[in-house]
C-alpha cells in the first residue's frame, strides 16, 4: 500500500482535438495497469472519460454492497477504486545555471527508487513508530492520560514531568515503560496487540517485540550520538530477563533507598525456600531501574561477538542483573549504581556491606561489564578472586578454585566419552574404567556431597534469618533509607540482632 507517485502531464494531440490534463504515474505505472485490468477500465481512456455521474453512480454501488457484504467481485473493486498516491507538483533547480529540467529530475528519482532503492528501515525506526501507535491505541481507549502519553513518549522536560507528578528520573521513567510492556493487564495487553498487528504483519506480541518496543521509548531520555544510541539499543533489549515477563512486580515508584530495603528484606525468605523461585518484586523492580543506569553509562554490555574478542561470560545483560539482584551485594550495587547515575558520578563498586570499595591508592574502585560479570557470576561458577588476604577473603577466593575445579571435572568427564573407538561407540562403554579407581572417585565424590549439604545449610541459617531494615526520616518527614553501615546484617536465627 506504498504511494505511487503521479505528475500532472498535459496531451496534446496531432489531430488538432483539445488538449487532456491528466495524473499520469511517474512511479507505480504497473500497480495501476494492474488496477485498470481488475476494474476492466482501458488506460488509454481514462483521461477522456468524463461520465461523472456514471462514477458517482459506481461509488454509491460499491459503499451499498459495502453495508451489505460485497461479493469477493465487489470486494476486489473497492481495493482497487483508491488507491494512495502522492502528487509531484514542482521541481527546483539545485543551482541557477542547473540545465536539468523537470522531467529529468522525475526520471533520477525514480532511478532512485528502482535502480538504487533505500534501505529498509531497520529495527530502530520500525520500533519507534510501533511503539508510537501503542501509546495512541492506549490513549484512544483511556488507559492513559495526554500527559501520560507525552511523557512516556519522551516528549516533555524533566520540569514538565515533576509538574504533573510524575518522575522525572529516567531510571524511574524506564521501569514505568518497561511496567507497561509486560503488565498482566489484559486491557493493556489488548491494547498493544491492536497497535502492533495492525500496523505490522507480526501475529502476536513475544518477549522480545516487548523488550524492543519498550527500549524505543526508553533511549528518547538519552541525547546520545546516533552510533551510541544503537549500541545501547542492542544492550538494553537483553536487559530485561524472563522474570521481568513472568513475575508480578509494580512500578511503584519508590526511592531508591526504600526499595533497596525492600529487596534486602525479601531475601531472607528467599534463602529460607532453598533459593528456589523469585527472591521477590521489589529485587525486580530494581533491577530494571538499575538496567537503564548500567547499560546507559556503558558498565554493563551485551555479548559482543567472538571475532577479535575475548568474552568467555555469554550472559545477556538480563542474567547478569538476575545473577546481582539475588544475593545482598548485589542489591547494594544495584543501588549504588542509581544513586552514582542520578548524581552524574562514576559508577562504583561495592562490597557485602554496601561500603564503597578503594583500590590500593585509596581512590574509589569504578565499575565495569567485566567486573560486574566476575563479581556476579552465573549459579556455580566462579567468582573474581579477592584482592586481600583476610579470612574472608581467602575463603572466597577457595571457594572459586573448587568452582573452577567442579567445571574442569565436568569437562574431564565428559572428555572421557568423546573417545570413540573403532566401532564408533564411546570406549568407555565398551572398555569401562577400574572398579577400584571408580570406588575411591565415589568416596571422595560422597564426602564432597555431604559437606556441601552441611555448607549449604550454614549459609541458609546465616543468610536466612530475617532482616531488619532500619528507616530513617530526614528533617522534613520523608522516609529516607539509612546508610549501609547503619543497616542490619543476616545474623544466625540463634543469635540475637546486632547492628553493624
Known sequence: MEAVWLVVTRLEHADGSAPANVLISAEGSSRMTGVHDLLEIRSADVPYDDHEA???????KLNEALDRGPTAEQ???????????????????????????FPTAVKSLVALRHVDPPMPWGDGPENESLADEVLDELFRRDLISETERAYLAGSC????????????DPAMRAARIVHLF????????????????????????????ANELATALILRATADDRARTDQMRRYLRDAFGKAVHSEHWEDTGRDTATLRADALRELPQWVQNQCAGDPGPSSLELAVRGAYALVVSGRLN?????????????????????????????????????????????????????????????????????????????????????PGNTPLELHQNRLSDFSLAIDRLQQ?????????GDDGRPVVETQGADPTSASAWRETLDKIDEELIVWSRTFKRLHGAAQDVVVAHDADGHDEGTSPEHEDHYLDSDESLQSN
Open 75 to 101: 470486494l476486489v473493486a473497492l481495493r482497487c477504486e483508491r488507491v494512495p498516491a502522492l502528487i509531484l507538483v514542482g521541481f527546483k533547480k539545485h543551482s541557477a545555471d542547473g540545465s536539468a529540467g
Open 302 to 386: 551485551a555479548d559482543r561477538g567472538s571475532r577479535s574478542n575475548e568474552q568467555p561470560d555469554r550472559r545477556t545483560p538480563g542474567e547478569v542483573l538476575d545473577a546481582m539482584r539475588r544475593n545482598v551485594q548485589g542489591t547494594y550495587q544495584l543501588s549504588q549504581a542509581l544513586d552514582d547515575f542520578a548524581a552524574e558520578l562514576p559508577l562504583r563498586a561495592v562490597d557485602e556491606n554496601g561500603q564503597v570499595k578503594k583500590q590500593a591508592d585509596g581512590i574509589d574502585q569504578k565499575i565495569n561489564d567485566v567486573y560486574l560479570r566476575g563479581e556476579f557470576p552465573a549459579a556455580g561458577k566462579a567468582r573474581s578472586a579477592r
Open 157 to 168: 522536560t524533566r520540569a514538565e514531568a515533576r509538574a504533573a507528578r510524575l518522575a522525572d
Open 412 to 420: 574431564a568427564f565428559e572428555a572421557i566419552s568423546a573417545v570413540i
Open 54 to 60: 456514471k462514477l458517482r453512480a459506481n461509488i454509491r
Open 182 to 209: 509486560t503488565t498482566k493487564d489484559s486491557r493493556v495487553a489488548e491494547a498493544i496487540r491492536v497497535a502492533v498487528t495492525s500496523q505490522s504483519t507480526r501475529k502476536r506480541i513475544t518477549t522480545k517485540l
